[in-house]
């Protein structure tokens, strides 16, 4: 198994572009999840998927759009990049029944910058 | 609410003890340990539920006060490899069973 997989590993946007950011797992997870990590801040929750076709907003979802057609795959698009979504961002991925009890596989990042 | 954690940062010598807190001021259901090194993704830890017992795996284990609201992640005897950042993430009574809040993270530094 791959495991979590997202692509691509490092981005340099300017101010206005789009882009998708692309996830994908081969575990069979129902719950997957996208989130940003920021220095001194931690991981902060952008949208989740409890399965195919419902996604869900977490805390800080605005500039952001997600879409869930397939179990295995989860992108993010930036609508209109800001300098403000400089960040790292993590996939993740569990099996389901509940996050708050079920471990969650994190992808290896995405680090974007914006100019 | 995003829970707070405590210290921020930690220096150790190798084989020394450890310990990092992660306090919530709502009531929990779940707390979530993760292990992050620096460049790479989270990995986890261990999950400790409300009303369950202490968890170890190793040299590494935690408890769950439910009367605080508190966490407690135990490093004992550090090796090298206990470096990193420690993320803890909940989950809350009453909140949605598909969101966990982490914490700002603890970095802990073992230096030989």
């Known amino acids: 198994n791959a495991g979590v997989t997202q692509t691509p590993k490092f981005q340099v946007l300017k101010t206005g572009q789009s882009m998708t950011l692309q996830c994908a797992q081969d575990?069979?997870?129902?719950?997957m999840s996208w989130y940003r990590q920021d220095p001194g801040m931690g991981l902060r929750l952008i949208h989740y998927?409890?399965?195919?076709?419902?996604?869900d907003q977490g805390e800080v979802p605005n500039g952001y759009n997600v879409s869930r057609s397939t179990t295995e795959d989860f992108p993010l698009r930036l609508l209109s990049a800001a300098p403000s979504q400089t960040s790292v961002y993590f996939c993740?991925?569990?099996?389901?029944?509940?996050?708050?009890?079920?471990?969650?596989?994190f992808g290896p990042g995405t680090r974007l910058l914006v100019l | 609410q995003q829970p707070v954690q405590s210290p921020q940062a930690v220096i150790l010598r190798e084989g020394e003890d450890a310990v990092i807190n992660c306090s919530s001021s709502?009531?929990?259901?779940?707390v979530h340990w993760y292990r992050q090194k620096h460049g790479e993704a989270p990995v986890f830890l261990m999950i400790?539920?409300?009303?369950?017992e202490q968890k170890g795996h190793e040299k590494i284990s935690a408890s769950f006060n439910e009367k605080k609201q508190q966490s407690s992640l135990y490093l004992t005897a550090s090796q090298l490899s206990y470096s990193g950042t420690y993320f803890c993430?909940?989950?809350?009574?009453?909140?949605?069973?598909?969101?966990?809040?982490f914490g700002k993270g603890t970095l802990l530094t073992v230096n030989p």
């Open positions: 993740a991925s569990s099996y389901g029944g509940g996050l708050y009890q079920e471990t969650q596989y």
């Open positions: 575990m069979n997870h129902e719950y």
């Open positions: 998927s409890v399965g195919a076709g419902i996604t």
């Open positions: 709502k009531a929990l259901y779940s």
């Open positions: 400790l539920l409300k009303g369950g």
């Open positions: 993430g909940t989950s809350t009574i009453g909140g949605s069973n598909y969101k966990l809040t």
